[in-house]
């Protein structure tokens, strides 16, 4: 069985950060769009742990936690407005919110 | 308390303006006047207190900013800046006081008292960088008068003037930036003062770049052709005493940095770029006075006949000797008084007939004989006739060129034909023939408030031109020191040749004179 | 003597203020007298000065104040009266004092009557300054003075189209002279560093030649201005459309021979560069005889009397261009005197004619008008220089002087300008005064000018009668500071017969014009006559097509070319490419403005771009810098680097 290097790691973080990317492009969906910044977060958490893993060094780890912390704070107040919007115009598709239109 | 004389000068006429804003609207205008009579009686104090003998800066006042960049606070007055400070505080006194019935009149004065301070404060200024603050500020009230008062096109006219300024001043700072960056270089401290920028001698490459930086700040400013054509819009579209205090004073302030900035900071990139700059000039002088003959609009015609005299101040600084420097600085004062006296007087018949355009009018000799007068003595002075003002300006600046090229100063020369070519033309359809339009027929003659203004101007028009001595001599004392001090920075051999030595001069006459 | 200096100098500027007072007002009687006695006084200084010149007195110099002085620049305002400026005053005050009282009557009923005798009193201060100056800066101030008023007075009536034209044509021309005297006077400063006159032409000799023949010829340009030489010369004739006495004071007898003051000013110069003196005379003896032919057909009396000036100052030229300042001077006087008669008394006729100009309208006038007749007549015999009067003694010298000085082509062009004069004169004599009188089918009823008026004109009448009486005074006097060359023909045979010779062919002339013009069968001509019908006087009558010529291919390529400066340079060239700066930015605004349109998608994809092309560089800089060594290589073995 071949031995799961580094570079299997990044290799998914970086997918993961294709398909975050691509569904931060291409959602039209708020929400969806939370998820798919979810995953781009969660793709560096990966890399994040992965790096600190190879190299003995904690500091990447604890940046993970980090990450997650404000992933975790973002998403909060996030959805909050989520909420209020949907409340307010009975959807959350992202071009009905142009109203600072240059 | 004189010894802040000048930071008084700037600042009393903005502390005045904030004032102003609680005045009344009935007593702004006299208060105005009150205010810029005050300012014009200190001025005139400052020249009294003036020592003309002293060719250095005088009533000098240092106050740190930014020390750790070497940004001050630093004012000073020689015998350049001193008489368009005065220039400054008088239009600005007469320009109030013949003010024509404006609305939001208080706004007005009060615009013209802040204008006043950052003319002053050019002029006065030191410092780089207080040179610049001033320089841009001078736009905001300018840019206001001309959008808030002016004609049909005002707003065009005053964002392409603002804009083209900016634009212009934008690479003079960076010019600015990199001159203090090298004087940091060369001496390990940080400095702005126009004055220590005046001992660092740079290399000649370095010259010619940062001569071409601050060239397009002045030139814009000036303005050279070809980038004098916001001019005709911005006097096309300002009110009459917006365009007075443009052409009188803030076209001067290019002229004036060429002096206080390139010559003495970029001697041989000066001597490296006169021709093409006197080349310039030539185009100016006579394309642009072809180019007033062709006006329908005798306001235009002023205002390009500016851009044409201001070519002949041009050559005169470059003539790079005391001869025409002296002159082309005696010749902003003329310029000043003469083009001032005329937008003025184009005032006095727009407020009669809220039109321009030559064609309107005709044998207003006949209906307005005063004002025929005024308009004829001023019309004279502009061409250059002697015993007027503007002669002794253009007579000097020529003269200085003639050291530098025959053929050139032949050419510019022709200043003084094509000036009056256009002049005459226009003073012809105006003035002569016998009176076509009914509208023209019972026009009041001068009036009380417009003589006022025109009364000064007429006296010193004609009073400089015959004793021009009280004014001639702080300059020349002034632009000898700045030409030796050209003569000792310059590197090259050319410079040293085309710029002369006047040290050695007066110790070959002094020997001779042993001689003898 | 500084006094009178002072005062010579300026009474008439007193004059001219006190007159410029009234200038808005109402015809005042006062405005005429006070300006014509202060010039009185004016005179009266200058004889004193006269008197003390020729007692032997030091010349009067004075420097009154500073007027400029900057770097090695030094110019004050100082006045000089020596023998040559004395002689000038004189010309200038006499004519002007008579001309002053004569135009009180000649102005009497015109409404501007103030204005008039304020610009007429200026211009003799102007011209005073120009020939009493010390250096060549206040003869230029002169120089300007005298064109401005000139332009005043030539446009003095301005209503008139062609008056005020003729006013700015006037002052345009002497501008572009003025511009060679301009750089005339820089020569001068930046080779002797000086331009008092004293100490120029005293530096004047240890210059080079080519300096020097620079320095003449751009000063003769000026000169030329002013004195209306040939190409210069337009502006003369359309001057006559100012008032009269303004044609006899200044375009007659002051301030055109201002030109002629220069060259004979300028002498120490001249005499260094005999080969420009050559070209001045030759220029010279060229206008006269240009002048002359075109005063022979021309229907205008006042234009005839011009053209006659213009070619009397062409013989003064070749006096001043052959060294013989004194005799230029001395013709300059002369002609003064003379010439402002015939001007004045064709100012008579033009009133009883009620402004009729053309002498073919007249006739027959001799009746009305003795007095005029007599004066005008005797004034033609003096400028066709017939003994004993003026002209005989200064005319015949310059045709003298061209003879000895061996320039035979000059002096037979002369020559034969001198009987052209004579013809024309008198053909002006014979259609105005005798003839039928052709006016009478014109309606008017002519009358004698007032008394006053023929007494103020009596003096130049005496003038031009025993001005030859003074030469030899004169000779003595002004050879003080001028080379005292005397002209005498070697031997007194060819000496006599070139007099006589001289007289009868002029006399010749004078029975030809009357005989022609003084018969009964003169008729207005009509434009069918044979003569008015051939080539050359169809060239002579349009001054030989040269004002044509300025019009269509100076002035009016000119007024084009300024058109399309303006609408095509200008503000479709220099503007527009301003303003297709600024348009260009704005527009690209415009355009990716789109890219912030608020919405989140597109933001964020812009964003992504961004991201992207900055890792694309950052990875491709990275390349390089890792590379760098290999990329060298493989550039130098291309020969790049």
Redesign the interface.
């Given at each position: 069985m071949m031995e799961i290097t580094l570079n299997h790691y990044l290799v998914l973080s970086t997918i993961l950060f294709a398909i975050g990317l691509v569904g931060v492009m291409r959602r039209k969906n708020l929400l969806m769009l939370f998820f798919a910044t979810e995953i781009l977060l969660n793709s560096v958490n990966i890399a994040f742990a992965a790096i600190s893993h190879f190299y003995g060094d904690l500091t990447g780890q604890m940046f993970a936690f980090f990450v997650i912390a404000i992933a975790a704070s973002e998403v909060a107040v996030g959805l909050g407005l989520l909420i209020v919007w949907h409340k307010r115009h009975g959807n959350i598709d992202l071009d009905t919110m142009s109203t600072m239109r240059g | 308390m004189f010894d802040h004389i000048l930071s008084i000068l700037i600042f009393f006429p903005a502390l005045a303006g904030l004032f102003g804003f609680v005045i009344q609207k009935d007593s702004v205008r006299a208060y105005g006047v009150a205010v810029a009579a005050i300012e014009f009686a200190l001025s005139l104090w400052l020249w009294y207190a003036f020592d003309a003998n002293v060719s250095g800066m005088q009533f000098m006042e240092f106050l740190p900013l930014v020390p750790a960049f070497g940004i001050n606070y630093i004012l000073g007055v020689d015998g350049v800046s001193l008489f368009i400070i005065i220039l400054a505080s008088f239009f600005t006194m007469i320009g109030i006081a013949s003010l024509s019935d404006t609305k939001n009149e208080k706004n007005m004065i009060i615009t013209l008292l802040f204008l006043q301070m950052t003319m002053v404060g050019v002029f006065a200024a030191l410092d780089a960088i207080v040179f610049y603050i001033f320089w841009e500020l001078s736009l905001v009230p300018m840019l206001y008068i001309i959008g808030a008062w002016g004609g049909p096109l005002r707003i065009y006219a005053s964002v392409?003037f603002f804009?083209?300024t900016f634009a212009g001043s934008l690479v003079m700072l960076v010019g600015m930036l990199f001159m203090a960056y090298y004087f940091y270089q060369a001496t390990g401290t940080w400095s702005f003062a126009i004055l220590d920028w005046y001992r660092l001698i740079l290399p000649e490459t370095f010259q010619l770049w940062l001569f071409v930086a601050f060239f397009i700040g002045f030139a814009i400013k000036v303005p050279m052709?070809?980038?004098?054509?916001?001019l005709p819009y911005a006097h096309g579209q300002a009110p009459t005493i917006g365009s007075v205090i443009l052409a009188a004073i803030l076209l001067k302030m290019g002229t004036y940095a060429f002096i206080r900035f390139s010559l003495p900071m970029f001697p041989d990139a000066s001597v490296f770029f006169m021709f093409p700059i006197a080349v310039i000039a030539i185009i100016m002088i006579i394309?642009t006075a072809?180019?007033a003959?062709?006006?329908e609009d005798i306001k235009q015609v002023v205002a390009y006949s500016s851009i044409s005299h201001m070519g002949v101040i041009i050559l005169g600084t470059f003539a790079l000797?005391?001869?025409g420097i002296?002159?082309s600085v005696f010749l902003m004062i003329a310029h000043g008084v003469v083009s001032g006296a005329l937008f003025l007087l184009v005032g006095v018949i727009y407020d009669r007939r809220h039109t321009k355009m030559m064609s309107e009018f005709g044998?207003l000799?006949?209906v307005m004989?005063?004002y025929a007068?005024v308009f004829g003595l001023m019309l004279?002075a502009s061409v250059g006739?002697?015993?007027t003002i503007n002669?002794?300006g253009e007579?000097?600046s020529?003269?200085g060129f003639?050291?530098q090229s025959?053929i050139l100063?032949?050419l510019a020369?022709?200043a003084?034909?094509v000036g009056?070519?256009y002049m005459?033309?226009a003073y012809?359809r105006m003035?002569?023939?016998?009176v076509t339009n009914e509208k023209n027929k019972n026009l009041p003659d001068v009036n009380t408030r417009e003589w006022l203004a025109l009364i000064p101007l007429a006296i010193i028009t004609v009073w400089l031109g015959?004793?021009?001595?009280p004014v001639?001599?702080p300059?020349?004392n002034s632009?000898?020191s700045i030409v030796q001090l050209m003569h000792e920075k310059s590197i090259t051999a050319e410079a040293k040749e085309r710029i002369p030595n006047l040290i050695k001069?007066a110790e070959a006459a002094t020997s001779a004179q042993e001689a003898h | 003597m500084e006094f009178y200096l002072y005062l010579a100098l300026f009474a008439p500027l007193a004059g001219s203020l006190f007159a410029s007072l009234f200038?808005?007002s109402k015809k005042n009687l006062i405005a005429g007298l006070v300006p014509s006695l202060l010039l009185f006084t004016s005179f009266v200084s200058s004889t004193i000065l006269l008197v003390h010149i020729l007692s032997g007195g030091e010349a009067v110099h004075v420097e009154m104040?500073?007027?400029?002085?900057?770097?090695?620049?030094y110019i004050p305002f100082g006045f000089l009266v020596d023998e040559v400026s004395v002689t000038m005053m004189m010309v200038v005050t006499i004519v002007s004092t008579v001309v002053h009282f004569y135009s009180i009557g000649y102005m009497d009923h015109d409404k501007a009557f103030n204005r008039f005798f304020a610009w007429l009193s200026a211009f003799v201060f102007s011209m005073m300054v120009l020939v009493m100056s010390d250096n060549f800066?206040g003869l230029?101030?002169g120089w300007?003075?005298v064109g401005?008023c000139s332009?005043a007075l030539i446009?003095f009536w301005?209503?008139k189209?062609s008056a005020?034209?003729a006013a700015?044509e006037a002052?345009?021309m002497n501008?572009?002279a003025?511009?060679g005297m301009?750089?005339g006077i820089?020569?001068v400063?930046?080779n002797t560093g000086t331009l008092q006159y004293n100490e120029a032409f005293a530096a004047m000799p240890s210059l080079e030649t080519d300096v020097l023949v620079w320095t003449g010829i751009f000063l003769f340009i000026g000169a030329m201005g002013k004195s209306a030489q040939f190409p210069l010369h337009t502006w003369l004739a359309d001057a006559m459309e100012g008032p009269t006495p303004v044609s006899a004071l200044i375009h007659a007898a002051t301030m055109v021979t201002a030109g002629v003051y220069l060259v004979v000013r300028a002498n120490p110069l001249y005499d260094m560069i005999p080969e420009v003196g050559i070209f001045i005379a030759s220029l010279g003896a060229f206008v006269a005889l240009f002048a002359a032919s075109m005063a022979l057909v021309n229907r205008d009396m006042k234009r005839i009397i011009a053209y006659s000036t213009l070619s009397q100052l062409g013989y003064m030229f070749v006096a001043a261009g052959l060294g013989a300042y004194w005799v230029a001077l001395f013709h300059l006087m002369a002609h003064a005197f003379f010439k402002a008669l015939l001007f004045l008394g064709a100012g008579n006729v033009m009133h009883a004619m009620h402004d009729e100009l053309d002498p073919f309208k007249m006739g027959g006038l001799k009746k009305a008008m003795k007095w005029t007749f007599i004066m005008m007549t005797l004034a033609s015999v003096a400028l066709a220089g017939i003994f004993p009067l003026a002209g005989f003694f200064s005319k015949d010298l310059i045709l003298e002087v061209a003879f000895i000085e061996h320039h035979y082509v000059i002096y037979s062009v002369l020559l034969f300008t001198a009987g052209l004069t004579a013809f024309y004169s008198f053909r002006l004599v014979a259609l105005i005064f005798h003839g039928e009188e052709r006016y009478k089918l014109f309606g008017v009823h002519p009358h004698e000018a007032y008394k006053f008026m023929l007494i103020a004109m009596s003096p130049l009448l005496l003038l031009a009668i025993i001005a030859g009486a003074f030469k030899m005074t004169y000779f003595e006097m002004v050879t003080a500071v001028l080379p005292a060359t005397e002209y005498h023909v070697h031997s007194a045979m060819t000496y006599w017969i070139m007099t006589i010779g001289t007289q009868l062919f002029v006399i010749l002339a004078i029975a030809y014009a009357y005989k022609k013009y003084a018969n009964s069968n003169v008729k207005v001509p009509d434009g069918t006559s044979k003569m008015e019908n051939r080539l050359c006087y169809k060239i002579l009558s349009n001054q030989y097509y040269i004002p044509y010529f300025y019009e269509e291919y100076l002035v009016k390529p000119?007024?084009e070319?300024?058109?399309v400066?303006?609408?095509q340079?200008?503000l479709k060239v220099?503007?527009a490419?301003?303003d297709g700066i600024?348009n260009i930015i704005y527009t690209t605004g415009e355009k990716t403005r789109g890219m912030q349109s608020g919405n989140l998608s597109t933001m964020l994809k812009w964003m992504v771009v961004g991201t992207v092309a900055l890792l694309t560089l950052a990875v491709v800089f990275g390349l390089a810098v890792r590379y760098s060594v290999e990329i060298n290589a493989i550039l130098s073995a291309l020969g790049v680097k």
């Open positions: - | 392409k804009l083209y052709f070809p980038f004098h054509t916001w394309y072809m180019v003959y062709a006006q000797n005391v001869e002296t002159g044998g000799a006949q004989p005063r007068t004279m006739l002697p015993l002669f002794v007579f000097l020529l003269l003639y050291k025959h100063t032949l020369g022709v003084i034909i009056a070519i005459l033309a012809k003035f002569f023939g016998n015959v004793y021009p001595k001639l001599e300059i020349n632009v000898e001069d | 200038g808005a104040m500073t007027w400029m002085a900057t770097g090695d620049l800066a230029f101030i300007e003075g401005l332009w446009g301005y209503h189209e005020t034209w700015n002052f345009i501008r572009i003025d511009l301009l750089i820089f020569l400063y930046w000119y007024r070319l300024s058109a400066f303006w609408k340079v200008d220099v503007d490419t301003v600024a």
